[in-house]
C-alpha cells in the first residue's frame, strides 16, 4: 500500500526486506483493520522513537578544575595536543562563564537554567533548607538526556555525576535522582565531588562495583572511563548504527587527588622550577599570541594571598614544583585518554558528525592551600601538615598513597589571566575553557569566538543546532522554560552580536553580575584572605550584608578590561548602582536568596534522610559500602562498634568494620588472633589499640568503644581526644589513649562492613582484608551507652606498670 506523502504522519508502511510493516505512532488511531481472526485482520506497530537521518551525536567532555590558563590552546606550556585539535580545527570561546563550582556548573550543562533554580546554589554536601540550595533538581527542570532520549537518542552519563544530594547515594536510594533516573541508558562513574583515580567509589548503572584491576596492575580511573564510553557506544551501534547518541563524558581529572602514573608526571621534571610568577607571565604572552585575551589586555594584579616564588623556602619550591609537575602530568595524560575516545569516533565514522563541547565546571582549585598538600583531607579538617612532612612524601605524590593537591599560587596562576579562583565570583573562578568542535556543522576552523556565553547557554544551543523546541512536559511533568540562549549562530560568524546579555553569580557569599559588557563583583569575605582578615567559609551577618551592599562592590567594564584590573566603581556610581539592583532583580527570579557565606556550616546541616533519626545501626557484610552522608556519625561523640562474629578453630582474621582510605579513616579488624583498631589521622598520625589476649574459637561480642577525655578543636584540626576500648565478650582486653581524632570529615568517608575495599587504612594489612570467620552482624551505636568495668579497667592498668 502505498501512502500519500501529504498526509499528516501519523502512519506509513514500512518495507522490511520483502515485508511491510505499517507502523503508527502511539497515541494516534491504529491503522490497521480488525476482523474476527487474524487471516481477516492487518496488523500495524507503534512506531520505534528514531531520530531524523543524519542527526548529529552529542558530546560534552566536562574537565573538572581546570583553569583558563591550563590547557595548551589557552597558552599554558601543560601539553594537551588532543584538546588543542578540538581548537584547532574548531572554534575556541573566550568568554564562557561557569557557576565557579562543580554541582551548581553541572546542573546548568544537564538543564539550560541556572544553578539556584536548579536547587543546586552549592555543591550537593553543602545543601541547606532553602528553595534554592536543598541540592534536589526539580523534575520541572528536564535534563538534556531527558529531551535527547525522546528523541531517539542513546544517552550514556561516564564519570563524575555530582548532582544529588549525598544522602541518595546508598543502595535505598531513593534512585529518581540518580543518571538513570534522569534520563541516561548507562552510567559508569562515581555519584560524588571527587575519589582516587587508583580506587575509586564506582558505580555501574545502579549498583557499585569495584574497579577491575588493581592500582598494582596498572589500573587508573581516566583510561577505565574511556574504555566504557567505547563500550557503551559499540553495544549499541552494533544493533542500531545510524542511532545517534548523546554522551556526558565528565572526568574526575584535573580535581585533586592529582593522580598519574609517575612517568607521566616525570616528563615535566624541572618545568615549572622557575615558579608561577614565571608561568604566569609566560602563559599571558602565549595568550596574546593565540588571540585567546584581546591584544590590549592587562594581566589581573599580583594576589596577596600568593607568596612571590622568590620568597619561598629552597623546600617550599622543591616541592610546590613537583605538586605541578604532577598536576601537568595528569592533565596531559587525561588528554592523552581522550584523544583514544575521539579517535575511537573516527574509527567507526562518527567523529566529524559529532558535535563536542568541551568544557571545564570551575577555575583552578585552591583546596590544597597556601603550600600544598599530600591529602587534600587536612584542609578539609583544617588540619594541614608542615611541609617538611610533606617532603618526606615528595615521591609519593600522585601515586595511590597520597590525595595530594598543588599549593593555591598554582591555582593563581593556572587562571591566568584572572584574579582569584573555584568559589569565589571573579572571573579566576567563573572563567574556563570552552571548545567547540563539529566538521559537518561547522565551517570555521581554530577561530576564536568572543560572544558572551555561560553552561546554561549549552542546552538552547545544542536543541537550536538539531531544530527541536524545548519540550513542554517530560514524564508528564510540565517544564520550566529554559534560562539560556542558543549561541549557533556564532559558529560561523565571529562577529554574530552576543545573544546572552545579563548573567548573574552567586557562590558561597561571593555575588557578581555581568550586562552587556560591564560587571559588577562584590567579594566575600573580600578581594582576598589577607585583605578581608577573614577566612573562606566564614558566614554573613544581616549587618555584613548591608555594608556589603553600600561600601563593597567593585565595577569593571571588561569589554575594555579583559581581567577585572581597574575598579571604576568609585567613579561610575549610578552604574554600579544599576548594577546591583540588577543583581537583586535577578536573585529574586532564580531563588537565591538567602545568601550564605558559610562553609564549614553548611557541611555539617542536619539533612533529612530516607529513613527516620536513629542511635542504632546494624550492618551486615556483603553489603554496599555507605557514603559518608548516610554513615553513622561518630566523630566528636562517644560511639561503640559491637561485632557478633564465630571464629573457627583455626582462628579468623579480617575487617569487622571499617570507614575511610589510607588518607583518612578509622578500622576495626581482627589479626594473629587478636583484636584491634586503627585511626588513621587525615594521613598524619595512626593511632592504635591491640587486645593483650587472643580471641579463642566460638561465638563472641567484639566490641571497641570509644569514650571522649575532652573537647575538639575544630579550628586548628583536632577533633575530640578520648579512650579506645577493646571488649571481649564485654571483658575489657586493651585500652589506650587517642590525643587527636579527625574533626570533621573523612573524604573518601564510605564505611564498609567485613572488608576494607580500595586503598586501607592502615598498612597492617592489605586490602580488602576480607573476614574469614563467620560474622552474623555488626552494631554501630551512637547513643553514649559505654560498657563500665572497673575490675577491668583495674587490671589493665597494673598490667601496665
Not at 14 to 39: H, L, N, S
Not at 135 to 153: A, C, D, K, T, W
Not at 421 to 430: Q, V
Not at 679 to 685: E, G, L, S
Request: negative net charge.
Amino acid at each position: 500500500m502505498q501512502v500519500d506523502p501529504s498526509m499528516p504522519y501519523d502512519w506509513r508502511d514500512r518495507r522490511v526486506g520483502q515485508m511491510a510493516i505499517r507502523e503508527y505512532k502511539q497515541g494516534t488511531a491504529f491503522p490497521g483493520d480488525i476482523g474476527r481472526t487474524v487471516e481477516e485482520s492487518t496488523p500495524a506497530w507503534p512506531q520505534p522513537t528514531r531520530a531524523v537521518p543524519g542527526t548529529p551525536n552529542i558530546l560534552f567532555i566536562v574537565l573538572d578544575d581546570t583553569g583558563y590558563g591550563q590547557l595548551g590552546c589557552y597558552g599554558s606550556p601543560i601539553e594537551t595536543p588532543h584538546m588543542d585539535g578540538l581548537a584547532a580545527n574548531g572554534l575556541l570561546y573566550n568568554n564562557m562563564h561557569t557557576t565557579a563550582l562543580c554541582s551548581p556548573s553541572r546542573s546548568c550543562i544537564m538543564t539550560g537554567r541556572n544553578h539556584h533554580a536548579n536547587a543546586m546554589a552549592c555543591v550537593t554536601e553543602f545543601a541547606t533548607g532553602y528553595p534554592g540550595y536543598h541540592g534536589r533538581i526539580p523534575f520541572e527542570n528536564g535534563f538534556i538526556s531527558e529531551m535527547l532520549v525522546e528523541q531517539g537518542y542513546n544517552t550514556y552519563m561516564v564519570g563524575k555525576w555530582h548532582l544529588m544530594p549525598s544522602e541518595d547515594e546508598s543502595a535505598a536510594g531513593p534512585y529518581d535522582r540518580w543518571p538513570l533516573g534522569r534520563g541516561f541508558d548507562r552510567f559508569y562513574g562515581f555519584l560524588g565531588g571527587d575519589t582516587s583515580q587508583w580506587s575509586p567509589d564506582l558505580v555501574y548503572d545502579n549498583h557499585q562495583v569495584e574497579p577491575p584491576t588493581t592500582p598494582e596492575e596498572g589500573y587508573h580511573l581516566t583510561p577505565d572511563l574511556v574504555d566504557k564510553a567505547i563500550s557503551f557506544i559499540s553495544d549499541a551501534k552494533q544493533v542500531a548504527p545510524d542511532k545517534p547518541f548523546f554522551l556526558n563524558f565528565s572526568t574526575g581529572a584535573t580535581h585533586a587527588p592529582h593522580h598519574v602514573p609517575k612517568e607521566w608526571a616525570d616528563r615535566y621534571r624541572g618545568t615549572f622550577d622557575a615558579g608561577w610568577d614565571a608561568y604566569r607571565e609566560a602563559t599571558f604572552d602565549r595568550q596574546k599570541q593565540l588571540g585567546v585575551v584581546p591584544a590590549d589586555a592587562r594581566v589581573s594584579h599580583r594576589d596577596p594571598d600568593v607568596p612571590e616564588w622568590s620568597t619561598l623556602a629552597p623546600g617550599d619550591r622543591r616541592l610546590a614544583s613537583r605538586m605541578m609537575e604532577v598536576y601537568a602530568g595528569f592533565l596531559t595524560h587525561t588528554d592523552h585518554h581522550v584523544g583514544r575516545l575521539l579517535q575511537f569516533l573516527k574509527e567507526i565514522g562518527e567523529f566529524d558528525n559529532t558535535l563536542i563541547m568541551l568544557v571545564s565546571d570551575n577555575g583552578a582549585s585552591a583546596e590544597g592551600g597556601v603550600t600544598g598538600t599530600t591529602n587534600e583531607g587536612q584542609f578539609f579538617n583544617h588540619a594541614q601538615e608542615p611541609v617538611e612532612d610533606s617532603l618526606r612524601s615528595i615521591d609519593d605524590l600522585g601515586g595511590p598513597n597520597t590525595f595530594n593537591h598543588y599549593p593555591w599560587g598554582w591555582t593563581w596562576a593556572g587562571n591566568t589571566p584572572f584574579r582569584r579562583w573555584k568559589r569565589e565570583t571573579y572571573r579566576g573562578g567563573a572563567s574556563d575553557p570552552f571548545l567547540v568542535h563539529w566538521p559537518r556543522g561547522i565551517k570555521a576552523r581554530g577561530e576564536v569566538r568572543s560572544q558572551y556565553a555561560h553552561l546554561i547557554d549549552m542546552v538552547p544551543t545544542v536543541l537550536d543546532v538539531l531544530g527541536i523546541e524545548p519540550p513542554t512536559t517530560i514524564k508528564g511533568v510540565p517544564q520550566a522554560p529554559l534560562h539560556g540562549v542558543s549561541f549557533a549562530h556564532t559558529f560561523d560568524n565571529a562577529t554574530a552580536p552576543t545573544a546572552h546579555h545579563t548573567q548573574y553569580f552567586e557562590m558561597l557569599g561571593h555575588r557578581a553580575i555581568d550586562h552587556n559588557g560591564w560587571r559588577a563583583v562584590c567579594p566575600w569575605p573580600g578581594p582576598s584572605f589577607s585583605e578581608a582578615g577573614r577566612p573562606f567559609g566564614t558566614p554573613i551577618t544581616a549587618q555584613q550584608m548591608s555594608e556589603l551592599d553600600a561600601r563593597h562592590w567593585e565595577l569593571y567594564h571588561v569589554t575594555e578590561d579583559f581581567a577585572e584590573t581597574q575598579d571604576l566603581a568609585a567613579d561610575n556610581r549610578d552604574k554600579l548602582i544599576e548594577m546591583i539592583s540588577m543583581w537583586y532583580v535577578e536573585a529574586g527570579k532564580y531563588d537565591v536568596l538567602p545568601i550564605d557565606g558559610s562553609g564549614v556550616q553548611r557541611g555539617v546541616v542536619e539533612r533529612p534522610q530516607v529513613s527516620l533519626p536513629r542511635t542504632s545501626y546494624t550492618f551486615r557484610p556483603g553489603t554496599q559500602t555507605l557514603p559518608m552522608a548516610v554513615a553513622p556519625r561518630v566523630l566528636n561523640r562517644p560511639f561503640s562498634i559491637t561485632a557478633d562474629a564465630e571464629i573457627p578453630a583455626d582462628g579468623a582474621e579480617g575487617v569487622l568494620l571499617c570507614q575511610g582510605t589510607n588518607v583518612g579513616g578509622w578500622t576495626f579488624y581482627l589479626k594473629g588472633r587478636r583484636l584491634h583498631y586503627a585511626h588513621n589521622y587525615v594521613r598524619r598520625a595512626l593511632y592504635t589499640v591491640s587486645s593483650t589476649e587472643d580471641v579463642p574459637e566460638g561465638r563472641h561480642e567484639l566490641r571497641f568503644e570509644f569514650e571522649p577525655t575532652g573537647e575538639p578543636d575544630i579550628a586548628h584540626g583536632k577533633g575530640m581526644p578520648g579512650r579506645a576500648q577493646l571488649y571481649l565478650d564485654r571483658r575489657l582486653v586493651g585500652e589506650t589513649r587517642i590525643p587527636i581524632t579527625t574533626p570533621l570529615l573523612f573524604n573518601p568517608g564510605g564505611m564498609t562492613c567485613g572488608a576494607d575495599p580500595g586503598s586501607a587504612v592502615t598498612e597492617d594489612y592489605r586490602p580488602p582484608f576480607r573476614f574469614d570467620g563467620t560474622l552474623h552482624a555488626v552494631t554501630v551505636d551512637v547513643s553514649g551507652e559505654l560498657i563500665t568495668d572497673p575490675e577491668s579497667e583495674m587490671r589493665m592498668h597494673m598490667a601496665r606498670q
